[in-house]
């Protein structure tokens, strides 16, 4: 069966660094890339960072220049360098894989791991 297991999370303390990873099985189709979306408590969830099968890769606004995606394509592998760490950043951490079939966009999830910033 498909398996997004994440790991990494933690407590931290502003400006401090985590580095979360996403390892994958099982997945049946061919992806277009791997993501980490983030929840806060009563918030939606958001994108935070993709990077495609080709290696590009985009950021939410509120992260560029201190979260770096990286990833495996062959290992279909993941992971997020989360530096100088804000506590809004606060929030479940999910790693996701997406594509699409015949024009219809499919994700696999991860089940989450929690990301604590203490100020």
């Known amino acids: 069966q498909v398996q997004l297991v994440e790991s990494g999370g933690g407590l931290v303390q502003a400006g401090g660094s985590l580095r979360l990873s996403c390892a994958t099985s099982?997945?049946?189709?061919?992806?277009?890339?791997m993501a980490w979306y983030r929840q806060a408590p009563g918030k939606q969830r958001e994108l935070v960072a993709t990077?495609?099968?080709?290696?590009?890769?985009t950021y939410a606004d509120s992260v560029k220049g201190r979260f770096t995606i990286s990833g495996d394509g062959a290992k279909r592998t993941v992971q997020l360098q989360m530096d100088s760490l804000k506590p809004e950043d606060t929030a479940v951490y999910y790693c996701?894989?997406?594509?699409?079939?015949?024009?219809?966009?499919?994700?696999?999830w991860g089940q989450g791991t929690q990301v604590t910033v203490s100020s």
């Open positions: 990077i495609s099968t080709s290696g590009t890769t």
């Open positions: 099982g997945i049946p189709l061919t992806p277009n890339g």
């Open positions: 996701n894989v997406y594509g699409s079939l015949l024009s219809t966009p499919w994700h696999y």
